[in-house]
């Protein structure tokens, strides 16, 4: 009972839409999403946010609103010549654009942060009454044994402790759940990836950390009391596990999708090689031009899914 969601592993409504699995909502008169800036009493959800399909998530506001701006290109949507509203900006911690059936979130850095708004963000979608969503997360990541700038489609999440779970403590006893991720999704992402791309697409594990440097078993944070040869045998070790990227979010983002009966995605570009060092040293046009891979690559799910229906 360890599990938010014990029983389908999609909790639908027949129609589709998400079905949350909480009761006390049912007595709220209105629902303040507070990171969102939103609310179910002064803004109609169902007529601005009901048409949404996809929802993609990542770190920094500028790239969700790069994410948007493309998306709007890749689409050719009315708003690729309008300037994008940031529609949380009354709350001011995160960006989040509309741009047709796409949503583009920003969620900053961390676990907490994440779950804060992608709670929120799979609130909305109920309260909007939006039809088979499915949301992406694209990040950054340092890669195992891969080429920098390769972009990973995660097959599952995994957490410190190397265990296939995000573990949160609820009334002072920790609950696990699984960091399970739509494998269909993830298949047909990678399935995607071209010829002439000039980087490669693998599929593999991909490890949350809940910090960057001792977390992620770097040897360059202000602490560090193993040895160089510690952290290759743990690295090593995620390797053998099937972990090709280490970054920050991903087995909580996988744990609450699931739960929340929601496919989800998550593509992540490598920025460099842990099997060789630690130090994030290309320059600034070149992570640019790196971090335009994700959004390439669900870019293209995304225009697929268009085309196909
Ligand atoms: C990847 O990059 C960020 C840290 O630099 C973090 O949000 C993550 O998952
Ligand atoms: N983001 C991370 O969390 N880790 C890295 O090594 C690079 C980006």
Not at 39 to 65: E, I
Not at 183 to 203: G, K, M, P, W
Not at 230 to 247: P, S
Request: contains cysteine; hydrophobic residues 40%.
């Amino acid at each position: 009972w360890n599990e938010l969601n014990p029983g389908k592993e999609y909790p639908r409504n027949n129609d589709g839409t998400i079905k949350l699995l909480n009761k006390h909502l049912l007595e709220l008169n209105v629902d303040i999403l507070y990171h969102l800036g939103l609310d179910t009493q002064n803004y109609d959800l169902p007529a601005m946010f009901g048409d949404v399909k996809f929802v993609c998530m990542g770190g920094t506001k500028y790239r969700m609103r790069d994410f948007a701006q493309y998306i709007a290109e890749l689409l050719d949507l009315p708003e690729k010549n309008k300037k994008l509203v940031n529609l949380t900006k009354h709350s001011q911690r995160y960006a989040m654009y509309k741009v047709g059936p796409v949503l583009s979130v920003s969620h900053g850095i961390g676990v907490p942060s994440m779950t804060t708004v992608l709670q929120e963000v799979i609130k909305l979608l109920a309260y909007a009454k939006v039809k088979d969503p499915i949301i992406f997360r694209i990040g950054t990541s340092g890669g195992l044994d891969i080429p920098p700038g390769s972009v990973v489609v995660s097959s599952f999440g995994l957490n410190g402790n190397l265990g296939k779970t995000y573990d949160i403590p609820v009334l002072g006893k920790t609950r696990q759940l699984p960091s399970i991720l739509d494998s269909r999704v993830c298949q047909e992402v990678h399935s995607l990836s071209a010829d002439n791309d000039d980087f490669n697409t693998y599929i593999g594990g991909t490890m949350g950390a809940d910090d960057f440097y001792i977390g992620q078993g770097r040897l360059d944070g202000p602490f560090c009391d193993y040895t160089q040869a510690d952290k290759m045998a743990f690295l090593n070790t995620l390797k053998d596990l099937g972990v090709r990227n280490i970054e920050m979010e991903a087995n909580a983002f996988a744990a609450y999708t699931r739960a929340a009966g929601i496919r989800a995605g998550i593509i992540c570009v490598t920025f460099l090689n842990r099997l060789l060092g630690d130090q994030v040293t290309p320059n600034k046009t070149t992570l640019n031009e790196w971090q335009k891979r994700p959004m390439i690559v669900a870019g293209r799910y995304i225009a697929k899914y268009f085309e196909d229906i």
